[in-house]
């Protein structure tokens, strides 16, 4: 079995699982799984391996996929937060720039 | 006289905007940089990937480091919790120590669960809980840039 069909696999079990404890959100969450994983072939990769030559046994592979998975969500969620101080930043520096521009006009 | 009205019309509309940009500017979308938030997330990852090398030897031998180690972790997440528009960090913390989850919730879980683990799934999975705390302190340590000001 290569890295691809491993994967195959794998979200067609995951999409069953979802199917009867997430069933609305499965297809964002399948979406969401397998840009993850594809985001990490390579460490998958090592991991069939290291499956192949007996160091993991399947299931600890399956766990350290959907472990990738969470960690992905922990790196969304940091860069969506990122996003939302510099939108801060700016509100600030735009608030600022323009109450100097007010006082200036004014003459205060 | 319509020349001058516009004029009115015009300069009102900007400056209701001008007012409503300020007002928007004075409630920040994100809590703050915190410095506690930030000492407690470095001090956790440390703490959690030296326990974990231990998952190798018995639970039943380290269960007092794991409840110790869950009990800060529970702290951490209450701390993030309990700040206001904190809500990106608090879900960061719920996934991280989630035991159904897959990080380092989960993994004191299946130690828990087996009794002790293999060293080649310590090490990957001591890898991905490792790059799980670098985001909580990416995130945190990434707002001092912003210059926001009030962190606790």
């Known amino acids: 079995m290569n890295v691809y069909d491993f994967i195959d696999d794998f979200l067609e079990k995951l999409a069953e699982?979802?199917?009867?404890?997430?069933?609305?959100?499965?297809?964002?969450?399948?979406?969401?799984?397998?840009?993850?994983?594809?985001?990490?072939?390579?460490?998958?990769?090592?991991w069939m391996a290291m499956l192949a030559g007996?160091?993991?046994?399947?299931?600890?592979?399956?766990?350290?996929?959907?472990?990738?998975?969470?960690?992905?969500?922990?790196?969304?969620?940091?860069?969506?937060?990122?996003?939302?101080?510099?939108?801060?930043?700016?509100?600030?520096?735009?608030?600022?720039?323009?109450?100097?521009?007010?006082?200036?006009?004014?003459?205060? | 006289m319509l020349f001058y009205y516009s004029k009115i019309s015009r300069s009102s509309a900007v400056l209701a905007l001008c007012v409503c940009s300020v007002i928007a500017a004075c409630s920040p979308s994100i809590a703050p940089y915190s410095f506690h938030a930030y000492q407690q997330a470095v001090e956790l990852k440390v703490n959690s990937l030296d326990p974990m090398q231990l998952a190798e030897l018995p639970f039943s031998e380290q269960v007092k480091s794991v409840k110790d180690l869950r009990s800060r972790l529970s702290k951490a997440y209450e701390f993030a919790r309990g700040r206001p528009r904190n809500d990106h960090s608090t879900k960061q913390w719920e996934i991280m120590i989630d035991p159904e989850a897959h990080?380092?919730?989960?993994?004191?879980?299946?130690?828990?669960?087996?009794?002790?683990?293999?060293?080649?799934?310590i090490t990957e999975a001591q890898s991905i809980v490792s790059g799980g705390f670098d985001a909580i302190?990416?995130?945190?340590?990434?707002k001092i840039g912003s210059k926001q000001g009030g962190g606790s």
């Open chain 1, 17 to 46: 699982e979802l199917a009867s404890t997430l069933p609305d959100l499965k297809d964002k969450l399948i979406v969401a799984s397998r840009d993850a994983i594809l985001g990490n072939v390579s460490r998958v990769e090592t």
């Open chain 1, 54 to 108: 007996g160091q993991l046994t399947e299931e600890e592979l399956s766990w350290l996929v959907r472990a990738k998975m969470d960690l992905s969500n922990l790196v969304i969620l940091e860069n969506s937060g990122l996003a939302l101080t510099r939108i801060d930043a700016l509100r600030q520096t735009i608030t600022r720039t323009f109450v100097s521009t007010i006082m200036s006009a004014t003459g205060v």
């Open chain 2, 103 to 121: 990080l380092l919730g989960g993994f004191l879980t299946r130690w828990e669960e087996q009794g002790h683990l293999s060293q080649s799934f």
């Open chain 2, 137 to 142: 302190i990416g995130l945190e340590s990434g």
